[in-house]
T-cell receptor, first 113, second 113 residues
Framework: GQSLEQPSEVTAVEGAIVQINCTYQ??????LSWYQQHDGGAPTFLSY????GLEETGRFSSFLSRSDSYGYLLLQELQMKDSASYFC??????????????FGKGTKLSVKP | EAQVTQNPRYLITVTGKKLTVTCSQN?????MSWYRQDPGLGLRQIYY???????DKGDVPEGYKVSRKEKRNFPLILESPSPNQTSLYFC????????????FGPGTRLTVT
C-alpha cells in the first residue's frame, strides 16, 4: 500500500520557525506537494518538490530527500495567519493510476502570540 | 477570474435519493478530480479524470459515479446516497497531470440522513 505520515498537530509562537515533516511509502514516486487549508476553506497549493533539495518561496520552504522518502515544509517568521492545516501529497505511479493523488492526514499548526 | 466552482455548496438529503454535485473550471485544465474530507482522515481521492472521456478510480470510489463529457465539467453523482457519504467534498483541477498544483473548488458540505 501507499501511505504518508505527518504529525497531527504542531504549536509554535509568532515569529518562530516551524518544520512539518512528511514521510512517505509508495511503490513509485513523482514528487511531493504541500497544501495549506484554513478552517472552513479549500486547500491551496504551496510548493512542489520533484528533486532532492530545498525549494524556497518567500517565508515557506520545502525540502525533499528521495533516498530517505522524506520531506518537510519549513515556515519562517510565523504569523497568526499561518494557523491552518498543512497536507503533504504524493502521486501514485503504478501504470493505470498515474492521476491518483494521495494526501497525508494533515498537520494542524497553531500559532500563538 | 480563474476558478473552480461547485454547486450546491450545502446539501441535506435523505438516504437513497439520487443527487449530483456539479464542478466546473474555466482554466481549460485537462485534469480534474474529486475528494472527500472527513475529520482525522484528510483528503481522500474519489475519482479523477486525466482528460475528456477518461476517468479512473481513486482510493474511495464506492458509491460514486463521475462523467467527463466536456473539458470544463466533472460532475459527481451519488446514485443512492447513504449516511456514510456525509462529508465535505472538494473538486479540483490542474493544467498538467494533476500532481504539481491543483486548484480546489470551495467545497460542498453534504449531509445524508
Amino acid at each position: 500500500g501507499q501511505s504518508l505520515e505527518q504529525p497531527s498537530e504542531v504549536t509554535a509562537v509568532e515569529g518562530a520557525i516551524v518544520q512539518i515533516n512528511c514521510t512517505y511509502q509508495t511503490s513509485g514516486f513523482y514528487g511531493l506537494s504541500w497544501y495549506q487549508q484554513h478552517d472552513g476553506g479549500a486547500p491551496t497549493f504551496l510548493s512542489y518538490n520533484a528533486l532532492d533539495g530545498l525549494e524556497e518561496t518567500g517565508r515557506f520552504s520545502s525540502f525533499l530527500s528521495r533516498s530517505d522518502s522524506y520531506g518537510y515544509l519549513l515556515l519562517q517568521e510565523l504569523q497568526m495567519k499561518d494557523s491552518a492545516s498543512y497536507f503533504c501529497a504524493v502521486r501514485a505511479s503504478e501504470k493505470g493510476s498515474q492521476g491518483n493523488l494521495i494526501f497525508g492526514k494533515g498537520t494542524k499548526l497553531s500559532v500563538k502570540p | 477570474e480563474a476558478q473552480v466552482t461547485q454547486n450546491p455548496r450545502y446539501l441535506i438529503t435523505v438516504t437513497g435519493k439520487k443527487l449530483t454535485v456539479t464542478c466546473s473550471q474555466n482554466m481549460n485544465h485537462e485534469y480534474m478530480s474529486w475528494y472527500r474530507q472527513d475529520p482525522g482522515l484528510g483528503l481522500r481521492q474519489i475519482y479523477y479524470s486525466m482528460n475528456v472521456e477518461v476517468t479512473d478510480k481513486g482510493d474511495v470510489p464506492e458509491g460514486y459515479k463521475v462523467s467527463r463529457k466536456e473539458k470544463r465539467n466533472f460532475p459527481l453523482i451519488l446514485e443512492s446516497p447513504s449516511p456514510n457519504q456525509t462529508s465535505l467534498y472538494f473538486c479540483a483541477s490542474s493544467p498538467w497531470d494533476g500532481v504539481y498544483e491543483q486548484y480546489f473548488g470551495p467545497g460542498t458540505r453534504l449531509t445524508v440522513t
